[in-house]
């Protein structure tokens, strides 16, 4: 089992190599009208545990 630390490290990890290969096929293919929409959801399920917990948080403090 993985401490909460590791997870964490782990995702980090996996988010900076998910940014990196998505920004090197950004550049490498040139900007198109798609790219936006794509860049858009890539940093949405980048960032989505984050989010998820935002929106607990909030939904707690509403609650």
């Known amino acids: 089992m993985q401490t909460k630390s590791q997870r964490k490290r ?3 990890f996996n988010r900076h190599a998910i940014s ?3 920004l090197a096929g950004f550049f490498w293919d040139g900007f ?3 790219d936006a929409l794509f860049i858009s959801a890539t940093l949405l399920w980048v ?3 984050e989010f998820e917990r935002i ?3 909030l939904l ?3 609650s």
């Open 55 to 57: 929106d607990a948080k």
């Open 10 to 12: 782990i995702h980090n």
């Open 20 to 22: 990196i290969l998505s």
């Open 60 to 62: 707690e403090l509403l």
């Open 32 to 34: 198109q009208a798609s």
């Open 47 to 49: 960032w989505q545990p």
